[in-house]
């Protein structure tokens, strides 16, 4: 006896097996969530933050003008650069050395230094942590955009949300694990990859919201498409391709005697 396999027999059991599998898994998923307490590893510490937003501004302030008081530079206001070394400028070379706009003031009973361009953020000085260790070793905005986010200066690594997601998971497999609202000028300087996952599976990739229109996209039909009989909306992947028996040429091979092959 032989047996005729065409595309729409192997379409039909891929869909079905795809669907199988899918179920397994939230199975898997399911029976993880109703372990106990005392099965689940947990941290060497109570977690007290429930989410992290981080705010990357591409060519935005200043960090002489903000959080990092230069007393040396403001002793040398007017002055040229000195030394032999120059550094990196988009156009020409570097002008006269330039203090600080705003002054600064010492905020709180820290005393943590702000300037007077932030008398708000000032008045919560000491629910702040302001780390002036970090350099960036490129005056370009892309290169030091992506290693400010991930470490690097050229693209294809993790983001910190990725890293996030990675490491410290999502409570739910219904929302994003991380997402990101960017402006035009953050597509123009480096674009998707100031959000993506890297080398780490896809799922720890941020989630665009659009701040117009759909705020995330391809969630619902486009315009003129209508659910029905034949749709997937209707009848799930089994309408796909399918065609009653005598409809067909040659033999109709069932699905466990694919599986058992």
């Not at 669907?19 to 998923?29: E, N, T």
């Not at 003008?65 to 002055?79: A, C, I, M, N, Y």
């Not at 029905?228 to 033999?251: F, H, K, L, M, V």
Request: net charge positive; glycine share 10%; proline share 7%.
């Amino acid at each position: 006896m032989s047996i005729r396999f065409d595309r729409r027999d192997w379409m039909n059991f891929a869909l079905h097996g795809l669907a199988w599998s899918s179920v397994c898994s939230l199975a898997q998923r399911e029976s993880r969530a109703s372990s106990s307490a005392d099965e689940a590893p947990s941290a060497h510490h109570a977690p007290r933050a429930r989410r992290a937003i981080q705010i990357t501004l591409t060519g935005g302030f200043s960090q002489v003008d903000t959080f990092d008081p230069k007393p040396e530079l403001v002793r040398r206001h007017g002055q040229p650069l000195p030394g032999s070394v120059q550094p990196e400028t988009f156009f020409g070379s570097a002008g006269a050395l330039c203090q600080s706009h705003w002054r600064f003031r010492r905020r709180g009973e820290s005393g943590l230094e702000v300037s007077d361009l932030f008398p708000h953020i000032a008045e919560v000085a000491d629910h702040l942590t302001v780390i002036r260790s970090m350099v960036a070793e490129t005056a370009n905005h892309t290169p030091a955009t992506f290693q400010q986010l991930t470490g690097f200066q050229s693209n294809g690594f993790p983001v910190m949300g990725s890293w996030l997601s990675y490491g410290l998971g999502c409570e739910s497999d219904s929302l994003p694990r991380s997402s990101c609202c960017p402006t035009r000028a953050a597509n123009r300087s480096g674009g998707t990859a100031n959000w993506a996952a890297g080398f780490l599976p896809a799922e720890h990739q941020g989630v665009m919201l659009h701040s117009s229109g759909e705020p995330i996209r391809n969630l619902r039909d486009p315009r003129g498409l209508k659910r029905g009989r034949g749709s997937r909306g209707d009848s799930g992947p089994r309408t796909i391709g399918t065609r009653s028996p005598r409809a067909r040429a040659g033999q109709r091979v069932p699905t466990r005697a694919i599986a058992g092959l």
